[in-house]
């Protein structure tokens, strides 16, 4: 199992970017609490920066996956479209936060 620590900085809206080594076994993103706020995982096809795009559920006609963190934190276990990826929030950081990834599990 590989394990990422991911380093959201004060005043950002995503993540640094991570490599998923083994796309046949799930990610599991660990997001501690905080604020209420919206967090999805995005997938790119390319290293480094965009395009990332937030994996998308046609039937719920909505983001698949999304980890709504809130006073008990929160878990998304999904399998990774793309090698690589970044974490997202629907409204900035107020302080550094540290997120942990999963993969190979």
Same mark, same amino acid.
Do not use: C, K
């Given at each position: 199992?590989?394990? #990422?620590? $991911?380093? /959201? =900085? !004060?005043? %950002?809206?995503?993540?640094?970017?991570?490599?998923? @080594?083994?796309?046949?076994?799930? #990610?599991? $993103?660990? /997001? =501690? !609490?905080? %604020?209420a706020?919206?967090?999805?995982?995005?997938? @790119?096809?390319?290293?480094?920066?965009a395009?990332?795009?937030?994996?998308h559920?046609?039937q719920?006609?909505?983001?698949?996956?999304?980890?709504?963190s809130?006073?008990?934190g929160?878990?998304?276990?999904?399998?990774?479209?793309?090698?690589?990826?970044?974490?997202?929030?629907?409204t900035?950081?107020?302080?550094?936060?540290?997120?942990?990834?999963?993969?190979?599990?």
């Amino acid at each position: 199992m590989d394990a #990422v620590n $991911l380093l /959201v =900085p !004060s005043g %950002a809206l995503v993540s640094s970017a991570f490599f998923v @080594s083994r796309l046949d076994r799930p #990610v599991i $993103l660990q /997001v =501690p !609490s905080m %604020a209420a706020n919206g967090v999805r995982l995005e997938w @790119s096809t390319v290293s480094g920066t965009a395009p990332f795009a937030a994996l998308h559920d046609p039937q719920a006609g909505a983001p698949a996956a999304p980890v709504f963190s809130g006073t008990a934190g929160g878990f998304a276990r999904i399998f990774a479209p793309a090698p690589y990826g970044r974490v997202s929030f629907v409204t900035t950081m107020s302080a550094p936060m540290s997120l942990q990834l999963y993969s190979g599990v």
